[in-house]
C-alpha cells in the first residue's frame, strides 16, 4: 500500500484488512476495512489510536518506521473499541514512559480491558475543551460520547485544523478500495452508529465551530475536499431525514409466493414513475443493507409470509433493527402472506407501532397463499397511497 501522509508532519500508520470475514462480528464487508491510526511527529510523538489484533504486527512496523527512532510521548485513546485499543496494552509494556491520553470513561474501559503498569502515573485525564501543547501542535479534546461508545472524544488538532473524528465520518472498504464514499459510509453510519443521531448531532455543532481542513476519522478514506459534503450527509443522516425519494421493498418470503408480490410491487410501482427502488431479499441479501436503504428512502413496502401466527422471522429480525436503530419520519406500506390465518401484518404494525412517526398506509394487501387478481388492483392501491398523500399516521 502506498504512503499515506496527511501532513509533513503528520503521518498514517493504520493498517488495511482485507480478509475480515465479518466486522464487529457481524457486517460483510465485501472491501475489507481499514483500522486508521496517525503518528503526529513533533517535539513530543503522539500516537492517535492504535488498531485491531489482526494488524497488530504491521501496524508495529509501520509506527517504528515513522517514529525514526524516535519514542512516542502520548498516545491518544479516541474510542476503547477493541478494533482500535486491541494494541494499548502492548504499546504500552514497550514504550514504558509513553503516557495515554483519555477522559475519566476511557480509563474506566482500559482497566476492563487491560492491565497496564503504573497506569496511574501515566495517564493524563482530559475534559472537554481540554489543550495539550506537543510543540507545534496543539491538541484540543472534545468529548463525543456514544458516538459509537460513551468514552468516545474527538480531537482537533489547532494549528493543521484537523479534526480526528473517532468512528464519526467512517466508512467500510479499506483505503485503496475504489469506490465512491457515500454507499459504505451510509451502510458504516446507520448501521453502527445509526441509533445516536442526536448524539451526532450534537457533535456537528461542536464541529460547526472549529475550522477544519481535514477530518480523519478511524476507518475509510481521509476527507480533504468538499468537507461540507460529507457534513452535510452526516446532519441528514443523523436527523434521521429520507436522504432520497424513492422506495425500499422489504421481503421475507418461504416459497416465493411473497416474493411474487414483492416483484410485482416493483413493476406496479415502475410503471407509476418512481424512479428509485430497492428491492431485498431479507432471508438472503445483507442485512445491513436492507437497514441503510430503509434510512436512504422516504418510504418502504415491507413483504412477509406469516408463521409461528406471528411474522417471517427475517421479517421480524429487520424490523427489530430499525426498531433499534431509531427508524422513523418514514411512510410504510404493508403486504402479509398467510395460507389459513394471516399474522404477519398484524405483526409487522405492531413492531412499527412503536417507531415514531411512521405513517401506514391504509391499504393492507392481504395474500392468501398467491397472488391474486384482486391482490393485485389492491396493490395498485397501495401503490397510489405510497406515492400519494393520504395515508393514517399512527
Ligand atoms: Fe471502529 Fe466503534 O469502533
Not at 412499527?352 to 398506509?361: A, D, H, Q, Y
Request: negative net charge.
Amino acid at each position: 500500500m502506498k504512503e499515506i501522509n496527511i501532513t509533513e508532519q503528520i503521518k498514517y500508520i493504520g493498517v488495511d484488512d482485507k480478509t475480515i470475514d465479518l466486522f464487529e462480528g457481524q457486517y460483510v464487508v465485501p472491501n475489507g476495512i481499514s483500522y486508521n491510526s496517525y503518528l503526529i511527529k513533533d517535539e513530543k510523538n503522539v500516537i492517535m489510536d492504535t488498531v485491531d489484533k489482526r494488524a497488530t504486527e504491521e501496524w508495529f512496523k509501520k509506527l517504528e518506521k515513522e517514529l525514526e527512532n524516535e519514542k512516542p510521548d502520548y498516545l491518544v485513546v479516541s474510542h476503547m473499541e477493541p478494533d482500535h485499543a486491541a494494541n494499548i496494552q502492548k504499546l504500552t509494556e514497550k514504550y514504558p514512559n509513553m503516557k495515554i491520553i483519555g477522559n475519566e470513561k476511557t480509563f474506566t474501559f482500559i482497566q476492563q480491558f487491560f492491565d497496564i503498569q503504573k497506569l496511574e502515573e501515566r495517564k493524563i485525564v482530559v475534559k472537554e475543551g481540554d489543550t495539550i501543547s506537543t510543540g507545534k501542535h496543539t491538541l484540543q479534546f472534545f468529548m463525543a460520547p456514544m458516538v459509537h461508545w460513551p468514552e468516545v472524544m474527538v480531537t482537533y488538532e489547532q494549528t493543521e485544523k484537523i479534526l480526528f473524528t473517532a468512528d464519526g465520518f467512517g466508512k467500510f472498504g479499506t483505503l485503496d478500495t475504489d469506490e465512491e464514499w457515500t454507499c459504505e459510509a451510509r451502510r458504516y453510519y446507520f448501521n453502527i452508529v445509526g441509533k445516536y443521531g442526536a448524539q451526532v448531532q450534537q457533535l456537528l455543532k461542536k464541529a460547526a465551530n472549529l475550522e477544519i481542513k481535514t477530518i480523519c476519522p478511524l476507518h475509510g478514506p481521509i476527507l480533504k475536499e468538499n468537507l461540507d459534503f460529507y457534513i452535510q450527509k452526516y446532519d441528514i443522516w443523523s436527523k434521521y431525514e429520507p436522504e432520497d425519494e424513492g422506495v425500499l421493498i422489504a421481503y421475507a418470503s418461504i416459497y416465493g409466493n411473497t416474493k411474487e408480490a414483492a416483484q410485482e410491487m416493483v413493476s406496479i410501482l415502475k410503471e407509476k414513475g418512481v424512479e428509485k427502488i430497492a428491492i431485498t431479499d431479507l432471508a438472503r441479501d445483507d442485512m445491513a443493507e436492507a437497514i441503510e436503504d430503509a434510512f436512504r428512502y422516504d418510504k418502504m413496502i415491507l413483504a412477509a409470509s406469516s408463521y409461528n401466527m406471528g411474522v417471517f422471522p427475517f421479517m421480524e429480525q429487520f424490523l427489530h433493527h430499525l426498531q433499534g436503530k431509531h427508524f422513523q419520519n418514514r411512510k410504510v406500506g404493508i403486504i402479509e402472506n398467510g395460507t389459513w390465518a394471516p399474522s404477519a401484518g398484524k405483526c409487522m404494525r405492531e413492531i412499527l407501532e412503536k417507531m415514531r412517526n411512521i405513517e401506514i398506509c391504509p391499504t393492507v394487501v392481504t395474500i392468501r397463499s398467491k397472488m391474486n387478481e384482486q391482490n393485485k388492483k389492491e396493490m395498485q392501491q397501495l401503490a397510489e397511497e405510497m406515492i400519494g398523500g393520504d395515508n393514517n399516521e399512527i
